[in-house]
T-cell receptor, first 115, second 113 residues
Framework: AQSVTQLGSHVSVSEGALVLLRCNYSSSVPPYLFWYVQYPNQGLQLLLK??????LVKGINGFEAEFKKSETSFHLTKPSAHMSDAAEYFCAVTSNSGGYQKVTFGTGTKLQVIP | EPEVTQTPSHQVTQMGQEVILRCVPISNHLYFYWYRQILGQKVEFLVS????????KSEIFDDQFSVERPDGSNFTLKIRSTKLEDSAMYFCASSAERAETQYFGPGTRLLVL
């Protein structure tokens, strides 16, 4: 089975401050990990993904995430928040092993950026 | 850039009515999915579809739900007799290979009255 835990359903940061959104996963097989962003009344947009190889992955809009197997974490960061980053962010997991096809999502973290 | 499209964007229906939600996946993708997101809750997997058959489904996907690929481009989700609790945003997704990145459509917001 696979699961994702996102710590903090709401996170507020000041414009220009560091963004850190936390994600921990559980998987019995090597995971593929994703971060999706959802702007109000819109669909899910892929920010970045980790499958294999380099554990630090860079995505769109200046976001990056680091896969840490020892900590079962895949935290999302951005050095300097922008007003346009205000959205809901979902961490997700799937795998190329064990017959998994579905993506399992976390409960989401709403990011508020304060001017 | 190719994208997944969904129609309609919004649908309001009466309880007990049938609804069909439509999706056009990315053209060279082989795997298709439906997810739903009840307001304020997380995105939940419903079903995956490959080679004209369901390959995986969740416990949510009961006999009231069905999926079909009626032609080479469309992928549909049918709810036979809608219930109030079916009100949600329904997302279609597609991927080129199993476990490859799933690209999501903009969603159909379904409201059952």
């Amino acid at each position: 089975a696979q699961s994702v835990t996102q710590l903090g359903s709401h996170v507020s940061v000041s414009e220009g401050a560091l963004v850190l959104l936390r994600c921990n996963y559980s998987s019995s097989v090597p995971p593929y990990l994703f971060w999706y962003v959802q702007y109000p009344n819109q669909g899910l947009q892929l920010l970045l993904k980790y499958t294999t190889g380099a554990t630090l992955v860079k995505g769109i809009n200046g976001f990056e995430a680091e896969f840490k197997k020892s900590e079962t974490s895949f935290h999302l960061t951005k050095p300097s928040a922008h007003m346009s980053d205000a959205a809901e962010y979902f961490c997700a997991v799937t795998s190329n092993s064990g017959g998994y096809q579905k993506v399992t999502f976390g409960t989401g973290t709403k990011l508020q950026v304060i001017p | 850039e190719p994208e997944v499209t969904q129609t309609p964007s919004h649908q309001v229906t009466q309880m007990g009515q049938e609804v069909i939600l439509r999706c056009v996946p990315i053209s060279n993708h082989l795997y298709f999915y439906w997810y739903r997101q009840i307001l304020g809750q997380k995105v939940e997997f419903l079903v995956s579809f490959y080679n004209n058959e369901i390959s995986e489904k969740s416990e949510i996907f009961d006999d009231q739900f069905s999926v079909e690929r009626p032609d080479g481009s469309n992928f549909t989700l049918k709810i036979r007799s809608t219930k109030l609790e079916d009100s949600a945003m329904y997302f279609c997704a597609s991927s080129a290979e199993r476990a490859e990145t799933q690209y999501f459509g903009p969603g159909t917001r379904l409201l059952v009255l």
